[in-house]
């Protein structure tokens, strides 16, 4: 079964919950952890996770998230996952600090799409999970939000660098997400009255002097118009230095960030930028569509109408070479492209979806790459035209030169190469995919 990986939760919005708990566990771990599967079981209803993962995968039951426990424990605790492959897909990572006086939980939860939680009642069962584990389990600080809009809201660190983040973490309300648990030290911070009359769906104090607040009835309408307003009014009421204005701007400009963009690329390069968005952060997706929409590369122009002769007096030796350049390439990158292997159009895209992540150009010696990627590359590219379009190989005694003819073109791999390696930015101006579909018309 397929589990939820970060790559995924990455591809589409998700609703995230950051909680951090203290507990004791005079006892043991399986009493003092109970009350918290109990809640997850009672209310996660229809996004209840189905699989425990430790060192193995088993279906979810208590005594499978007690051996799972057990069998992470280290001397500093346990990590496991909880997991569910059906849709709404569930990734929940506990990870457990475990001392001789009092332990802590983190729970990192998410649940995708987004859009699951635009039903109430999904909305009121993780409420209800969120209100039991934060008056068993006292937290300073935990949330509730749409993944994409914390990454835009600059959650967690929010502005701050990673050392003041971790000694001073929620110590002022720095954002007011869908749901919201302050710690008392916060609610006293702030005075209890004022935290208690903050305008919101939903202001309740827990049995431990915490405060339960969530702004929208729908974890998925987080983004509209009143929803904005209402966010900017208690976020405002909490932190009364802030100007209201200001802070309905910037989260006007957040939506405008998220509201989705019809992908409109140019076909001959739409593989590989299809791909390439998932390299981005949600919170980036739209702003990059709109972005690859208006790029056009150049249109290739590594071609000749007429081939020049061959000028090489042992063609088999020159092509055995190409070949060995070509194997070459296969053998140092088919673990990460594994495609290579098939010499496909799928695997060229593959390759320039590798070398864009690894920024090839830049961190590579130039010397490597004139000298022995770029040949590599030029004869990969030129077998795959061979192999997948028919074409035939006009050999030339200056490598670049060399041509393969598909029907009334001859194309110059080893130039397109060259040209593909010169920077990053050359890796989409000068796309293997696109030079690849471009022959691809020529075809006979």
């Known amino acids: 079964m397929k589990l939820l990986t970060l790559h995924d939760l990455n591809k589409a919005d998700s609703?995230?919950?950051?909680?951090?708990?203290?507990?004791?566990?005079?006892?043991?771990?399986?009493?003092?952890?109970?009350?918290?599967?109990?809640?997850?079981?009672?209310?996660?209803?229809?996004?209840?996770?189905t699989l425990v993962k430790s060192n193995r995968k088993r279906r979810y039951s208590r005594e499978a998230v007690w051996r799972a426990i057990e069998e992470r424990r280290d001397e500093y605790g346990s990590i496991i996952g909880l997991y569910r492959s059906e849709s709404p897909a569930v990734s929940l990572v506990l990870n457990l600090m475990l001392a001789q006086g009092q332990s802590t939980l983190r729970a990192s939860l998410d649940v995708q799409p987004l859009s699951f939680f635009a039903d109430v009642d999904a909305c009121r069962g993780l409420v209800a999970m969120a209100r039991a584990w934060a008056s068993r389990y006292p937290a300073?600080?935990?949330?509730?939000?749409?993944?994409?809009d914390r990454q835009?809201?600059?959650?967690?660190?929010?502005?701050?660098?990673?050392?003041?983040?971790?000694?001073?973490?929620?110590?002022?309300?720095?954002?007011?997400?869908?749901?919201?648990?302050?710690?008392?030290?916060?609610?006293?911070?702030?005075?209890?009255?004022?935290?208690?009359?903050?305008?919101?769906?939903?202001?309740?104090?827990?049995?431990?002097?915490?405060?339960?607040?969530?702004?929208?009835?729908t974890a998925a309408e987080f983004a509209n118009e009143e929803a904005r307003v209402a966010q900017a009014r208690a976020h405002v009421h909490l932190r009364p230095d802030l100007d209201f204005d200001t802070v309905l701007r910037a989260l006007k400009e957040r939506r405008a960030a998220l509201v989705p963009v019809e992908p409109r690329f140019h076909p001959d390069v739409a593989p590989f930028l299809s791909r390439l968005l998932d390299e981005f952060a949600i919170s980036e997706r739209q702003r990059k569509?709109?972005?690859?929409?208006?790029?056009?590369?150049?249109?290739?122009d590594e071609w000749l109408p007429v081939a020049l002769p061959s000028d090489?007096?042992?063609?088999?030796?020159?092509?055995?070479?190409?070949?060995?350049?070509?194997?070459?390439?296969?053998?140092a990158l088919h673990t990460k492209v594994p495609s290579l292997m098939d010499e496909t159009a799928e695997s060229i895209t593959d390759l320039d979806l590798f070398f864009w992540r690894e920024d090839f150009p830049k961190r590579y010696e130039r010397q490597?790459?004139?000298?022995?990627?770029?040949p590599a590359l030029g004869a990969y590219l030129g077998d795959v035209l061979v192999r997948r379009l028919g074409g035939t190989w006009v050999?030339?005694?200056?490598?670049?030169?060399?041509?393969?003819?598909?029907?009334?073109?001859?194309?110059?791999?080893?130039?397109?190469?060259?040209?593909?390696?010169?920077?990053?930015?050359?890796?989409?101006?000068?796309?293997?995919t696109q030079f690849f579909h471009e022959a691809e018309r020529y075809r006979p």
């Open 395 to 432: 050999l030339r005694q200056k490598m670049e030169e060399s041509q393969v003819r598909v029907g009334k073109r001859v194309w110059l791999p080893f130039l397109r190469a060259r040209r593909y390696m010169q920077s990053c930015q050359s890796l989409l101006d000068y796309s293997l």
């Open 368 to 374: 490597l790459i004139d000298g022995h990627t770029a």
């Open 15 to 49: 609703l995230s919950f950051s909680f951090k708990g203290a507990f004791d566990s005079p006892d043991g771990v399986e009493p003092a952890l109970t009350p918290l599967f109990a809640a997850l079981e009672k209310h996660a209803d229809r996004w209840m996770p």
């Open 140 to 148: 300073e600080h935990a949330a509730a939000h749409s993944v994409a």
């Open 289 to 300: 569509i709109a972005e690859f929409n208006a790029f056009w590369p150049p249109v290739p």
């Open 152 to 217: 835009l809201a600059g959650a967690p660190s929010f502005g701050r660098d990673e050392a003041t983040r971790r000694r001073d973490g929620f110590d002022k309300v720095y954002e007011v997400f869908w749901l919201n648990v302050f710690g008392p030290k916060l609610v006293e911070s702030i005075g209890r009255e004022r935290m208690l009359s903050t305008p919101a769906h939903l202001v309740e104090e827990l049995p431990n002097g915490s405060v339960l607040l969530v702004l929208w009835p």
């Open 312 to 331: 090489v007096a042992n063609p088999e030796r020159v092509l055995e070479s190409y070949g060995d350049l070509s194997e070459g390439l296969v053998a």
